[in-house]
DNA sequence: CTGGATCCACAACGATACTG
DNA sequence: CAGTATCGTTGTGGATCCAG
């Protein structure tokens, strides 16, 4: 569970302190790009501009801000080729080629559900 | 695949509108209250109250109108006992639970490479 | 090519007050 | 209790410019 941060009882601490970090990297990757990007990644590898390619509408500051994100987490790699002009790659750790699995299971209920969703949404907007 | 919402090619207008789609759905569902919403519903039925008391942090109006926005893809359903005062009822819907598998998938690597991504930080942030 | 920084418009959000 | 509406603030995100 990592919707509870604080059990309000005193000698937790430390489980009080896992939940909300929990809770934090949670908010970090719970996020629509966050979870594109790493989609995007799948097991390959890919540079910035490509990624940029990729991703419909990511903004070159979301990219950089979230892959940035990503990176301080460990879950993807930036290797930096010394050239000119520079070329950077990115790709999957373990974690997070971990947290992939879910996104993959995520995006595959997203076509799964496609059609009730639709007609959900009509009516309720009706 | 949801990264990417139109092809460029003109005679697959069905794929690129279903894609968009997708991406629509996945922007709607890829988002922290959203997902703390269904992982605390789980496969129990939850007053608005309740949610807010499970739920450390949400606003009376973040949730009011993730409900909303669950509700319209058909994800929870909503049930209003018609006495005063009024009793409002949410429950995830059969779709909602196939959403949930994945949030549960999700929540499980957060707890499983917490130490792993809290030593990353700690490395980055040096 | 990559990425940091700055500026700014606009959306998100929290607080509050009000209704059934 | 549940929900809507309004308002003021904060923060997000896009555009642009500059640097390595």
Known sequence: MVTKQF??????????????????I???VANKWALLI????????LRFSELRGEIEGISHKMLTQ???MLERNGLV??????????????T?????????ATVDAMCD????????????????DA
């Not at 059990?7 to 934090?24: C, I, K, V, W």
């Not at 790493?38 to 590898?45: S, W």
């Not at 209920?109 to 309720?124: A, K, P, V």
């Open 66 to 68: 979230n892959l940035r």
């Open 26 to 28: 949670f908010s970090d």
């Open 92 to 100: 999957l750790t373990e974690p997070g080629r971990g947290l992939r």
């Open 77 to 90: 790699e930036r290797t930096v080729h010394p050239t000119v002009p520079p070329r950077v790659e990115y």
């Open 109 to 124: 209920w997203t076509h799964r559900y496609l059609g009730d969703i639709e007609d959900s949404r009509r009516r309720f």
């Open 7 to 24: 059990t309000g009882s005193p000698q937790d601490a430390d489980l009080t302190r896992a939940d909300s970090l929990a809770r934090e």
């Open 38 to 45: 790493i989609e995007a990644l799948g097991d390959g590898t």
